[in-house]
């Protein structure tokens, strides 16, 4: 079981930043490949970002590529979303998840992101 705790959602201007963090339980956490997904209200489930356990290989939607950095401290368990260039159409509820190494994933409940234009 891997429980997870997202923090740092809240309400920002466009063009402002935000920097989502989530703390993950276990002591495997190295192994775990994380991933941020976002919903929007009447949108489909979202991938944004995702992060190899090493931290050596991210991967990010296109439409946040160049804005949004994910990284990671394996030190701390924590990944995190460090948001730039926020845009309107980033508002979302952002969901932290862990898979962990037999390809099953836990989620964390959420923070919500309100970009205003």
């Known amino acids: 079981q891997v429980q997870l705790e997202e923090s740092g959602g809240g309400l920002v201007q466009a063009g402002g930043s935000l920097r989502l963090s989530c703390v993950a339980s276990?002591?495997?956490?190295?192994?775990?490949?994380m991933r941020w997904f976002r919903q929007s209200p009447g949108k489909e489930r979202e991938f944004v970002a995702s992060?190899?356990?090493?931290?050596?290989?991210?991967t990010y939607a296109d439409s946040v590529k160049g804005r949004f950095t994910i990284f990671r401290d394996n030190a701390k368990n924590t990944v995190t979303l460090q948001m730039n260039s926020l845009k309107p159409d980033d508002t979302a509820v952002y969901y932290c998840?862990?898979?962990?190494?037999?390809?099953?994933?836990?989620w964390g409940q959420g923070t919500q992101v309100t970009v205003s234009s």
């Open positions: 276990g002591r495997t956490f190295s192994s775990y490949t």
């Open positions: 992060i190899w356990g090493s931290g050596s290989i991210t």
């Open positions: 998840v862990a898979r962990t190494v037999g390809s099953y994933d836990y």
